[in-house]
């Protein structure tokens, strides 16, 4: 059933490459295919440095890539200039780790929310400016009051929303959400998830949500991929990859998360993974193990994984 629904975003064999042709030079997206479908929040979870954030901002042509196409709404949207550059920076958006880096503080917050309203025209006459910029705190849970405040004068959570608020204030269709509720306080998390999905549900927004937690993508999440050193090793549903995940890479991630109960953490033993298992030089793709769950594996791995799945 999956198969009919529309992909949004699409990567067919990316590569990104920083500092190429110099000494240091780092493949941080290897050969990467995957999609996100509309409507749905993709996690892409991995530890510091996997490419999660490069990925992020590879669709949102932030960096141009060297290998293969990012195709956006049916478009390859990879080599793309001018106009409909501009017109498709309107579609995504990004909200970050740190919303208090991420908003200018010499800057009230009626005049962050609406620079996109006016780098994009999207307001013919300051009234109307005012009243979307009204509507956009409404969304959020902030109230009118805030709107010639100064970020410092908000907690951590507000803050969030204020970038939030921002992010939608040009009406795209697409989100990445770049480890959002990371540097917030655990009981202010749950919060945002659940404004970040009640907002999901109203505006019709796909999400890209990054974390380098498991934990945390699990209950805002529908498709899970999980990288590492620059490649996409499992992907499948929340469900799949966290009931039943197959690559050892996944399972290390799952058995790293502490336990909610005492007795479970007690009896909880963390998986080492060998990670010079991906550098024996054997060809792999993402190869499809289950309907709709794909591990990065040779065909001998593909059957082993196929075995244990059904088993
Ligand atoms: N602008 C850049 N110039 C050079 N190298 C970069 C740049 N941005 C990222 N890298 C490198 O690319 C690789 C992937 O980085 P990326 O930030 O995408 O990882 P990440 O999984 O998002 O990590 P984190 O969770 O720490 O944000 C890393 O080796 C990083 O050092």
Redesign the pocket.
């Known amino acids: 059933m999956t198969e009919e629904r529309k992909k949004l975003v699409e990567f067919k064999g990316v590569d990104l490459v ?2 190429k042709g110099k000494k240091n030079v ?1 493949k ?1 997206i290897n050969d990467v295919s995957f999609h996100i479908y509309e409507g749905e929040t993709f996690g892409l979870v ?1 530890e ?7 990925i992020g901002r590879a669709i949102l042509k932030l960096y141009d890539i060297h290998k293969g196409e990012i195709h956006f709404n049916g478009k390859d949207v990879s080599k793309i200039k001018g106009t409909e550059l501009k017109k498709f920076r309107e579609k995504v958006q990004m909200i970050f780790q740190d919303p208090q880096a991420s908003l200018n503080g010499r800057m009230r917050v009626k005049d962050i929310i609406a620079e996109g309203i006016d780098v994009n025209g999207l307001a013919k006459t300051p009234e109307e400016r005012t009243e979307k910029v009204k509507e956009l705190l409404q969304l959020v849970g902030l109230n009118q009051d805030h709107m010639t405040r100064y970020p410092h004068e908000f907690s951590g959570g507000q803050r969030q929303r204020i970038g939030i608020a921002r992010a939608l204030a040009v009406n795209p269709k697409f989100i990445v959400a770049d480890e959002p509720i990371s540097a917030l306080d655990v009981s202010i998390q749950a919060q945002v998830v659940n404004l970040m999905r009640d907002i999901q549900e109203k505006e019709g927004l796909t999400y890209l949500f ?1 974390a ?1 937690d498991l934990s945390m993508v699990k209950y805002i999440s529908d498709r899970i991929g999980v ?1 590492h050193w620059g490649k996409i090793l499992e992907v499948g549903t929340s469900d799949q990859v966290y009931n039943h995940a197959l690559h050892p890479y996944t399972k290390s991630l799952l058995s790293a998360i502490p336990a909610p109960d005492p007795i479970s953490e007690r009896s909880r033993v963390p998986q080492s993974y060998d990670p010079t298992a991906e550098l024996d030089g054997q060809p792999r793709e993402l190869r499809e193990i289950t309907p709709g769950h794909f591990v990065l594996s040779t065909e001998e791995e593909a059957a082993e994984y196929k075995k244990i799945a059904t088993a």
């Not at 510091?48 to 490069?54: I, L, R």
């Open positions: 920083f500092n780092n941080a991995g510091s440095g996997s490419g999660k954030t490069t990054i380098h990288m």
